[in-house]
């Protein structure tokens, strides 16, 4: 039996100790937000914030993060108003849509740690695989939600 | 995907089941011709629009949704002529039936860039048929003429008494009314939703995890799969034993199939770590020896057998002995994967009555009977629900993966199973770009005019596929250039060793380009011409392509400003004709001992009519970037009969700082739409080839870079 604390409620999953997150989260749980594409933490498909920091969901086991806040894409907010995924929209960054999950979780842990990030640290936060080549405008919208961070910033928190 | 809440649709349930409602034949086409011989079935508008009493619209796209944007333009097109609201707007995908088949393509697959350019005609009839049986509900009701109306906004106006209802208030009316047969459609400068950019109904969805990709199935009391199949193409499963699986938690069972075993367990974990435990033997088949140098030597072998006539304009022979200067030269490319991000995947329920699916298909009647032919029972059996797709590219076209979830959910006693590739048996078992080769001879005049082209084509395995006994598919590009030559010869040669090959995005213009564009540029060079004029000259000519051609070529010097070009840089154009449409990219670069720098990418498309521009903005950068990604590092190499390549480490993608500053144009056109999703692929081969050669004079006549030493770097936007 595992306890996980996801997107603010604890689960009690009754998996074995070596399942990886990923898996607790898709079949389990039912988060099917997080997506699984490589396995090996190549892809950044199936990135999660563990304790505000991105991690691949594939190789981290269950058990290992029990207690622990983990935050998926289904609890960035409930009406997608994060700054985060209202620059994604705005920007109409999505083509498939199936690496943005991911690619939106690695954005927020960036705008965590950096309000404002340069090109490069956007080059090195955000490695994230997209096969649809949505990356300018990924780039762009991390430039745009960085932006709609600072306009909120005294109003409301940004950061998850 | 917007999933609908069971309304009363005023127009009757449509799809497979006739006696609609509606029945309106709109069988005419007035811009399609098909490429393939398929009986067209008279359309019928409630099949594709439905309206509730609650004033929604539901609008059943013959496209699936891979990201290309069709559950949006497509929607768009009605949507013009019916004069509907788009915020009541809600999209659900076509089941699997012949009335969904592309107009152009005949089939009902979304593939080949055909969705907007073979319905274009067909989905402005319906919307126009809806709204004029709207209207006229109306003014019957109210006792005014019809002509007296006006629809905006999904209201139905009549000025001189100032009275207005809503299409759900009127629409169990008007599915009464009589169909009209030829309705008259809108002027292209009246149009108000095509050419302005919607937002995208899917884009919404992908933003908070809601939207669901076939992957994203749950269905009651489910069971997950894992499959391994034979490492070598042809191979076949011998024999297996799943004793060390036996009381491994979840572990259910594993099914053989034909070339390889299934594991079904309790969560796909489980099923996963099951599978590592299986014993597997298999006979490796023919194709155990096979590797890419055995590949390469195949194709230039094909150099000096005859081939197909593809084209024959004028003598190449005279020509190329009569030219003062003569250059030979010879391409080649790999084999490719698709690598969609979303593995390959699909739930299946086998029940006494039939059989469901769940996947994302580029192709759901292929899904359908790749179905009923594992169960051996009628396709009418099996019913396919459409989801989103994590990418196709061509990939999905095929039902490779649909056969095996049925295969096992056939053994579970009414159990849905949902089966899932690894990212390994995904990039080991593809449908692969094929290898290809060209070897070319090309003839220039005292004055260095282009006076004869040979092309000796061929590809390592290709679809018989095209018109029948017109040239091989697998010349187009080449076969079908615009440039006027006057002694021009082009064979197609089908080497077909056996490895399994499919429709990867751009298909035959992914790599024919890169290959016919490369040698016009070294003939160029030959000549002395600058490599835009060269081309330029050989564009002058009055047909609809040369001219269009020249248009995206002229557009692409004056945006890349080709007569000022900035010293040091190397700049390469190259433009073509693509899925009906014209596009071109010049790329300025620049080298440092072996590294090559990307400053810009500026493309153009003549897309003709555009129907969604941002969209075709996102198309032309995305193609692209796949296009990129197989230039700086594509490659499945063969050795044993099996690909070497498992993952995204051995088999990487394009990633985000690699991504270079790229300016996409759409060139303004009146003539019917072309293909968008596809075309974008293609030029960033040669235009990066020939900027690479106009800053360091080295030629590259294969792909990837990776293999000639060479490394990258993007200047980003």
């Not at chain 2, 089941?95 to 979304?110: D, E, S, V």
């Not at chain 2, 594993?254 to 099923?271: H, L």
């Not at chain 2, 049925?406 to 899932?420: E, N, Y």
């Not at chain 2, 001879?441 to 006076?451: E, I, T």
Request: some cysteine; overall charge neutral; glycine content about 10%.
């Amino acid at each position: 039996m595992v306890v996980l604390n996801i997107n603010g409620s604890e689960h009690s999953i009754d998996v074995e100790a070596d399942t990886p997150l990923l898996w607790v989260l898709r079949d389990e749980l039912q988060l099917t937000g997080t997506k699984f594409g490589c396995g090996l933490g190549l892809c950044g498909a199936c990135t999660v914030l563990l304790d505000g920091k991105p991690v691949r969901s594939c190789l981290v086991k269950a058990s290992d993060v029990a207690g622990q806040p983990i935050v998926t894409i289904e609890g960035l907010s409930k009406d997608k108003s994060h700054p985060v995924q209202r620059a994604w929209i705005a920007e109409s960054v999505p083509q498939c849509g199936y690496c943005q999950s991911g690619m939106i979780l690695s954005t927020v842990a960036l705008l965590n740690s950096k309000p404002n990030p340069t090109d490069a640290e956007i080059d090195m936060a955000v490695t994230n695989i997209c096969r649809c080549g949505t990356y300018n405008r990924v780039r762009k919208a991390i430039h745009r939600a960085a932006q709609m961070g600072n306009d909120d910033a005294g109003s409301k928190p940004t950061t998850v | 995907m917007t999933y609908i809440t069971r309304r009363e649709f005023v127009c009757a349930a449509a799809t497979t089941m006739g006696g609609l409602a509606l029945s309106l034949e709109l069988s005419a086409q007035e811009n399609a011709r098909p490429l393939a011989a398929t009986a067209r079935p008279p359309r019928t508008p409630s099949a594709f629009l439905q309206i509730g009493e609650d004033d929604g619209i539901t609008i059943i796209t013959p496209a699936v949704e891979m990201g290309q944007g069709g559950h949006t333009s497509l929607p768009m097109i009605i949507m013009e002529e019916l004069g509907g609201s788009w915020k009541q707007l809600a999209i659900s995908d076509a089941p699997a039936a012949a009335i969904y088949n592309n107009p152009m393509f005949g089939l009902q697959a979304t593939v080949g860039s055909f969705s907007v350019r073979g319905w274009y005609t067909e989905l402005r009839r319906i919307g126009a048929a809806a709204r004029i049986m709207l209207t006229q509900a109306a003014a019957h009701s109210w006792k005014v003429s019809a002509s007296d109306c006006t629809v905006d906004e999904s209201l139905i106006i009549h000025a001189p008494s100032g009275r207005k209802c809503s299409f759900g208030s009127i629409a169990r009316l008007a599915a009464n009314m009589p169909v009209p047969q030829d309705p008259p459609l809108k002027k292209v400068a009246d149009y108000t939703v095509i050419g302005r950019s919607q937002p995208r109904t899917d884009i919404p969805d992908k933003v908070d995890g809601t939207a669901r990709f076939g992957i994203d199935m749950i269905l009651p009391d489910m069971l997950y799969a894992a499959v391994k199949t034979c490492p070598t193409f042809g191979g076949k499963l011998k024999s297996f034993d799943d004793s060390a699986c036996k009381g491994m938690p979840g572990y259910q069972s594993t099914v053989p199939i034909e070339d390889g075993v299934i594991v079904v367990a309790r969560s796909y974990w489980q099923a996963r770590k099951a599978l590592e435990r299986v014993k597997v033997d298999y006979d490796l088949g023919k194709l155990a020896g096979l590797d890419s140098a055995k590949v390469s030597q195949e194709l230039h072998a094909g150099f000096a057998e005859p081939g197909i006539v593809a084209r024959n304009d004028g003598d190449v022979e005279s020509g190329l002995a009569h030219a003062a200067k003569r250059l030979e030269a010879t391409y080649e490319v790999p084999y490719l994967a698709h690598a969609c991000m979303e593995p390959m995947n699909c739930t299946a329920r086998v029940t006494n009555d039939g059989c469901e699916v769940w996947c994302g298909t580029q192709n759901p009647q292929a899904a359908q009977t790749g179905a009923a032919k594992t169960l051996g029972i009628a396709p009418d059996r099996v019913k396919v629900h459409v989801q989103y797709l994590g990418g196709g590219f061509g990939r999905r076209g095929e039902a490779d993966y649909v056969a095996q979830a049925v295969s096992a959910a056939k053994t579970t006693g009414g159990r849905p199973v949902k089966l899932i590739w690894s990212r390994e048996e995904d990039i080991q078992h593809d449908f692969y770009r094929p290898a290809a080769a060209i070897r070319f001879r090309g003839g220039l005049d005292a004055n260095g005019k282009l006076v004869a082209l040979e092309g000796k084509v061929v590809s390592a395995s290709a679809p018989s596929f095209g018109r029948p006994g017109g040239p091989p598919f697998f010349t187009e590009a080449v076969a079908d250039a615009n440039y006027l030559i006057p002694n021009f010869r082009v064979t197609g040669l089908n080497k077909n060793l056996g490895v399994r090959f499919g429709f990867w995005r751009s298909v035959n213009h992914s790599h024919n380009p890169f290959m016919i564009e490369g040698f016009i540029d070294e003939l160029a060079r030959a000549a002395g011409s600058d490599p835009y004029q060269f081309r330029r000259a050989m564009l002058q000519h009055d047909t609809e392509g040369a001219r269009r051609q020249l248009g995206v070529l002229d557009f692409l010097a004056e945006k890349a400003n080709w007569k000022h070009r900035q010293p040091g840089h190397g700049y390469g154009i190259s433009a073509f004709a693509a899925f009906g449409s014209y596009i071109g990219t010049v790329v300025e670069a620049s080298m440092d001992g072996n590294v090559v720098t990307v400053h810009r990418v500026i493309q153009a498309i003549d897309c003709g009519i555009a129907v969604h521009p941002d969209n075709i903005i996102a198309q032309m950068e995305g193609g692209m970037a796949f296009g990129l990604t197989a230039v700086l590092r594509g490659k499945i190499t063969l050795q044993n009969g099996a690909v070497m390549q498992t993952n995204f480490n051995d088999y990487p993608a394009l990633a985000l700082l690699e991504m270079p500053k790229v300016e996409s144009y759409i060139i303004p056109s009146t003539a019917a739409p072309g293909g968008v999703g596809e075309p974008g692929t293609g030029p960033i081969a040669p235009a990066l080839a020939n900027a690479i050669y106009a800053a360091s004079g080295l030629r590259l006549r294969s792909l990837p870079l990776s293999e000639h030493q060479l490394s990258y770097k993007a200047v980003r936007i």
